[in-house]
Each structure stands twice: as structure tokens, then as C-alpha cells.
């Protein structure tokens, strides 16, 4: 009985060592592959809720954002599941997102009619639409950051952050179309306590300069 046990264990730390010298394929850590889980499905998401939101918006220019970056977030996808999967640089490498509006942002407040959900689906404007998509890009956002702070595989960890400027390229472009529109307005303080908050700090020293 003491043989067979021992037997067993030898066994199991070859299976260790084994699994040990397959690479990089086989490192990750059991938090990292359910964070992993977690942004891949979140990925997954926001792309089928983009296929949604097509069938139903109506401002060409809205529209055409989506379809951007729709397909963009699919080479995102295929590229980060490919990483995972094998390990090993992706086929296709981690890709730049390049917005198409101005970074002109309109500020001030108008009035307009208080706000309350939508109780019908045929009441959802492209104002909701892009409020929908902007929340989404802005959680997966946030959970790309996170996952990455803490994944063990340098691949795909590298894949996983030099994602996250993109996604946050995507969500300040919807930002400036809902800014456009007026569907996101943006406050200003007064000139003078705008600039007591601009003058209330000052440069550190740097340490070790002298």
C-alpha cells in the first residue's frame, strides 16, 4: 500500500514537471483564467448587443460608428482569444483604433424636458443607443484594466492592456458624437472658481535631484 501511494505521487509531480515544460501555453493561473473568462465573455457582449442596436438606429453617422468599431472589436476578439488559447503572439497583432470626430467639445447646459426610462422598445432613440454603447465600451474598459494588472501569461496580458486604449478611444469617440448632439452636455464652473481649483497645486520637489 505504501508503494502504490508512493508510486502516485511520483506520478503527479511527473505530471507537474510535464505540464511545467509545456511553455507558455500552459501559464496561467486559475485567477487569471477566470478573469480571462470574465473579459472575454464581457468582449462578447458588447459585440452581440452592437448587432442589436444596428437593426434599430437611425443616424447614418451613429450607425457608422457602430459598424467600426463592431469590427474592430471582432479582430480585438479572434486576436485575444488566440493568445489565450495557444499562449504564444497572436496571427494578428493588437490593432490601433483610430476615431473619426473632431476632439471639439461644445460646453454648457441647455434646457430641456426632464428625463425618465423608456417603457417601450419603439421609444428608444439614438440618444439611448448611444448611451448604451458608451456605458458598455466603458465596462469593458474596465475590466480589460483590471484583468491585465494581475494576469500571469506576459502574452496575453500585454494583448489584454495594450487593448484598453483602445477601448478607451472608442468611448471618447461616442462621447464626442453624444457631446455633438447635445444628448451629453458638459457643465463648466464659474471663471473664477474654475481657476482657484487650476492654481491649487503646486510642483514637488523631485527626490534625490538636488
Same mark, same amino acid.
Given at each position: 500500500?505504501?508503494?502504490?501511494?508512493?508510486?502516485?505521487?511520483?506520478?503527479?509531480?511527473?505530471?507537474?514537471?510535464?505540464?511545467?515544460?509545456?511553455?507558455?501555453?500552459?501559464?496561467?493561473?486559475?485567477?487569471?483564467?477566470?478573469?480571462?473568462?470574465?473579459?472575454?465573455?464581457?468582449?462578447?457582449?458588447?459585440?452581440?448587443? /452592437?448587432?442589436?442596436?444596428?437593426?434599430?438606429?437611425?443616424?447614418?453617422?451613429?450607425?457608422?460608428?457602430?459598424?467600426? $468599431?463592431?469590427?474592430?472589436?471582432?479582430?480585438? /476578439?479572434?486576436?485575444?482569444?488566440?493568445?489565450?488559447?495557444?499562449?504564444?503572439?497572436?496571427?494578428?497583432?493588437?490593432?490601433? !483604433?483610430?476615431?473619426?470626430?473632431?476632439?471639439?467639445?461644445? !460646453?454648457?447646459?441647455? +434646457?430641456?424636458?426632464? #428625463?425618465? +426610462?423608456?417603457?417601450?422598445?419603439?421609444?428608444?432613440?439614438?440618444?439611448?443607443?448611444?448611451?448604451?454603447?458608451?456605458? $458598455?465600451?466603458?465596462?469593458?474598459?474596465?475590466?480589460?484594466?483590471?484583468?491585465?494588472?494581475?494576469? *500571469?501569461?506576459?502574452?496575453?496580458?500585454?494583448?489584454?492592456?495594450?487593448?484598453? +486604449?483602445?477601448?478607451?478611444?472608442?468611448?471618447?469617440?461616442?462621447?464626442? /458624437?453624444?457631446?455633438? #448632439?447635445?444628448?451629453? $452636455?458638459?457643465?463648466?464652473?464659474?471663471? $473664477?472658481?474654475? *481657476?482657484?481649483?487650476?492654481?491649487? /497645486?503646486?510642483?514637488?520637489?523631485?527626490?534625490?535631484?538636488?
Amino acid at each position: 500500500m505504501p508503494n502504490q501511494n508512493q508510486n502516485q505521487n511520483q506520478m503527479q509531480g511527473g505530471q507537474i514537471i510535464q505540464n511545467m515544460n509545456q511553455g507558455t501555453s500552459m501559464n496561467h493561473g486559475a485567477h487569471e483564467m477566470l478573469d480571462s473568462h470574465e473579459l472575454i465573455g464581457c468582449l462578447i457582449g458588447v459585440i452581440e448587443q /452592437y448587432q442589436l442596436y444596428d437593426q434599430n438606429i437611425q443616424d447614418q453617422e451613429l450607425k457608422d460608428i457602430l459598424q467600426r $468599431q463592431s469590427s474592430f472589436m471582432t479582430q480585438m /476578439y479572434n486576436t485575444i482569444v488566440e493568445s489565450f488559447t495557444t499562449g504564444q503572439d497572436p496571427t494578428v497583432p493588437t490593432q490601433q !483604433y483610430k476615431m473619426q470626430q473632431s476632439n471639439e467639445v461644445t !460646453y454648457g447646459l441647455k +434646457p430641456g424636458q426632464p #428625463k425618465k +426610462p423608456k417603457m417601450a422598445v419603439n421609444e428608444l432613440t439614438d440618444d439611448c443607443y448611444s448611451s448604451f454603447m458608451l456605458g $458598455q465600451i466603458k465596462a469593458a474598459a474596465s475590466t480589460f484594466t483590471m484583468s491585465a494588472a494581475e494576469m *500571469n501569461n506576459p502574452v496575453l496580458r500585454r494583448v489584454v492592456a495594450d487593448s484598453v +486604449p483602445n477601448m478607451i478611444e472608442m468611448s471618447y469617440e461616442l462621447f464626442l /458624437y453624444q457631446n455633438k #448632439k447635445g444628448y451629453y $452636455q458638459v457643465p463648466q464652473l464659474n471663471a $473664477q472658481d474654475m *481657476n482657484m481649483m487650476l492654481q491649487a /497645486y503646486t510642483k514637488a520637489p523631485q527626490q534625490g535631484m538636488h
